[in-house]
């Protein structure tokens, strides 16, 4: 089954449809990712890479919410998410159903790689922070690696989305 936009608009899916979709074993932690919009484009990114699940953490918003519902063009529905009052408390709870799950966060700081010189090997979790703080410290000391994308211009950073979808266009 392929939707396009207009179609994710409207649709509302039954359990039944949801249990179609293959989904990776892949997840997404937002940790204190506050811009709504920036939410709906991570629910498109994770349905477009079957992502298994979205984790919205801290002050992140959740749906249902008409801007997040905008920017996912329905794809909210489709991918499973949670709340956790904490990234470190999402990443605490990946890390004790899956040992074997390797906790990526993409961030610029000391220790983080270059992000075409890291192991994807699935299961994997992908970290990503507030717009202007970034990952939590707490949270980076629960990621098994950092990984950054290098910039080349007078700009220091891209959006938290983009960053994203790079990596995991990257990682599958």
Same mark, same amino acid.
């Given at each position: 089954?392929?939707?396009?936009?207009?179609?994710?608009?409207?649709?509302?899916?039954?359990?039944?449809?949801?249990?179609?979709?293959?989904?990776?074993?892949?997840?997404?932690?937002?940790?204190?990712?506050?811009?709504?919009?920036?939410?709906?484009?991570?629910?498109?990114?994770?349905? +477009?890479?079957?992502?298994?699940? #979205?984790?919205?953490?801290?002050?992140? /918003? *959740?749906?249902?919410? %008409?801007?997040? &519902?905008? =920017?996912?063009?329905?794809?909210?529905?489709?991918?499973?998410?949670?709340?956790?009052?904490?990234?470190?408390?999402?990443?605490?709870?990946?890390?004790?159903?899956?040992?074997?799950?390797?906790?990526?966060?993409?961030?610029?700081?000391?220790?983080?790689?270059?992000?075409?010189? +890291?192991?994807?090997?699935?299961? #994997?979790?992908?970290?990503?922070?507030? /717009? *202007?703080?970034?990952? %939590?410290?707490? &949270?980076? =000391?629960?990621?098994?690696?950092?990984?950054?994308?290098?910039?080349?211009?007078?700009?220091?950073?891209?959006?938290?989305?983009?960053?994203?979808?790079?990596?995991?266009?990257?990682?599958?």
């Amino acid at each position: 089954m392929k939707l396009n936009a207009k179609q994710l608009r409207v649709s509302e899916p039954k359990p039944s449809e949801l249990k179609k979709v293959k989904r990776r074993p892949i997840y997404i932690v937002c940790d204190n990712v506050l811009d709504t919009y920036n939410i709906g484009s991570i629910f498109r990114l994770a349905e +477009a890479v079957a992502a298994s699940e #979205v984790y919205l953490c801290g002050a992140s /918003e *959740t749906p249902p919410n %008409s801007r997040i &519902a905008k =920017a996912a063009v329905g794809t909210e529905k489709w991918v499973k998410w949670k709340h956790f009052g904490s990234a470190k408390a999402a990443i605490s709870k990946l890390k004790s159903q899956n040992s074997k799950i390797k906790v990526i966060a993409i961030e610029q700081g000391n220790g983080s790689i270059d992000f075409r010189k +890291a192991d994807y090997s699935l299961p #994997v979790a992908f970290v990503v922070g507030h /717009e *202007t703080d970034g990952v %939590s410290k707490e &949270a980076l =000391a629960l990621c098994d690696e950092i990984v950054e994308i290098p910039m080349f211009g007078v700009n220091i950073s891209l959006n938290v989305m983009v960053s994203l979808a790079i990596v995991l266009f990257r990682a599958i």
